[in-house]
């Protein structure tokens, strides 16, 4: 089944320390999306790409780096420089970047907790 | 610039009464995408409904639709018969498709179905 996979589902990170959360799609999408949301908040855009090679900053991007190196793939790393990470990160992929008639996919999403 | 607006950050309604969402955006770009999405607890997404700025109709699926007001530039969603499993966050979304292409969320409305 095609779809769209984050890992892991829940992550503990220690203060300083760099964490990698992974995203994988098998639909073929051009864009890719990464998001964080607080408690009770809607979803903020952190970065986006897309196409491989080529990403953008969000909202929010300080503290965080990603890459797309392949297309099925787009990585959010959370730097030490991330001040309060505490947070629900949901990634989403889309169709294609000129398509109108489209739905965004999203992950299960990864639960950061700074301990 | 791109920007979604939800101003009910709560509602309750009584099981089996119509419920409408409201939800507004700006945009310069006449070529645009709109969504609305339902997160229940478990945090994923669930994808609602989806109107293209050029669709002549409505959007309907089952008991959604969306209520398109383009010179308005409102995107309200009803939900008809409500049921107790529609109690969720509800979040409109919006996707330019000729500018950066970003698809960005307005700060959600979080629905309590009353018994």
Redesign the interface.
């Known amino acids: 089944d095609g779809g769209i996979t984050q890992s892991p589902k829940y992550l503990f990170r220690k203060e300083g320390q760099n964490v990698t959360l992974s995203c994988e799609q098998n639909l073929n999408h051009d864009?890719m999306?990464w998001?964080r949301q607080d408690p009770?908040?809607?979803?903020?855009?952190i970065y986006?790409s897309?196409i491989v090679n080529d990403f953008?900053k969000?909202d929010i991007a300080e503290g965080y780096s990603v890459s797309r190196e392949k297309k099925e793939s787009f990585p959010l790393t959370v730097t030490s420089a991330q001040k309060n990470p505490t947070a629900?990160y949901?990634c989403?992929s889309?169709i294609s970047?000129?398509?109108?008639?489209?739905?965004?996919?999203?992950g299960?999403?990864t639960?950061l907790t700074v301990v | 610039a791109q920007k979604i607006t939800?101003t009910q950050p709560g509602m309750f309604v009584q099981e089996k009464e119509a419920v409408t969402l409201d939800c507004t955006y700006d945009t310069s770009d006449p070529?645009y995408?709109l969504?609305w999405?339902k997160q229940p607890s478990s945090?994923?997404?669930i994808?609602l409904i989806?109107q293209?700025?050029?669709d002549q109709q409505n959007a309907t699926e089952g008991r959604y639709s969306l209520n398109f007001q383009k010179a308005r530039k409102s995107a309200n969603l009803v939900i008809s018969a409500s049921q107790l499993g529609d109690s969720a966050m509800y979040?409109c979304?919006m996707?330019e498709?000729q500018g950066?292409?970003?698809?960005?969320?307005?700060?959600?409305t979080?629905l309590t179905i009353n018994p």
Do not use: D, P
Not at chain 2, 100 to 107: D, E, M, P, S
């Open positions: 864009a999306y998001y009770g908040q809607g979803l903020r855009l986006y897309q953008q969000g629900f949901l989403a889309i970047t000129g398509a109108m008639n489209t739905e965004a996919f999203f299960q999403g639960r | 939800q070529s995408g969504f999405y945090g994923e997404m994808f989806y293209g700025s050029y979040f979304a996707r498709i950066a292409q970003k698809l960005v969320f307005g700060q959600g979080r």
